[in-house]
C-alpha cells in the first residue's frame, strides 16, 4: 500500500480557503497519477481533483471545478490541493492516492484502501 499523511485541514468560514498537503512515504509522487477524494457524512468517496504526472493532464469534479487547483512539489515529494471560495457542501474528510492509470479512472474507480485524512469543515 502507497503511504500518505494528509494534512492542512480545519475550520473556515464560507469563501475562505485552504490548502490540503499529501505527504508521500516511501515512494516517489512523480511517476504516478495522483488525486484527491473526498467523503461527507453517509456518502460515498467522490474523487474531486485529479493528475497525470507524465502530461500534466488535470480532473476536476463539475462542484469544485474553478475553485480547487490540484499541484505537486517534487522537491518535497508532496502533493497539495489548494481550496479556494470555499462552500458548506465541501465540508468532508478529504484523501489523497496514487496509482499508475489515467486521470479519469483516478477519479472514478473506487478504492479499497485509505489512509487517515483529513477533516475540512466550512461553516459559519
Known amino acids: 500500500q502507497l503511504q500518505f499523511v494528509e494534512s492542512g485541514g480545519g475550520w473556515v468560514q464560507p469563501g475562505g480557503s485552504l490548502r490540503l498537503s499529501c505527504a508521500a512515504s516511501?515512494?516517489?509522487?512523480?511517476?504516478?497519477?495522483i488525486g484527491w477524494f473526498r467523503q461527507a457524512p453517509g456518502k460515498e468517496h467522490e474523487g474531486v481533483a485529479c493528475?497525470?504526472?507524465?502530461?500534466?493532464?488535470?480532473y476536476y469534479a463539475d462542484s469544485v471545478e474553478g475553485r480547487f487547483t490540484i499541484s505537486r512539489d517534487s522537491g518535497k515529494n508532496t502533493v497539495y490541493l489548494q481550496m479556494n471560495r470555499l462552500e458548506p457542501e465541501d465540508t468532508a474528510v478529504y484523501y489523497c492516492?496514487?496509482?499508475?492509470?489515467?486521470?479519469?479512472?483516478?477519479?472514478?474507480?473506487?478504492?479499497?484502501?485509505w489512509g487517515q485524512g483529513t477533516q475540512v469543515t466550512v461553516s459559519l
Open positions: 492516492a496514487a496509482d499508475y492509470t489515467t486521470v479519469q479512472a483516478m477519479c472514478h474507480v473506487p478504492r479499497d484502501y
Open positions: 516511501g515512494f516517489t509522487l512523480d511517476y504516478y497519477t
Open positions: 493528475i497525470d504526472s507524465s502530461d500534466g493532464i488535470t
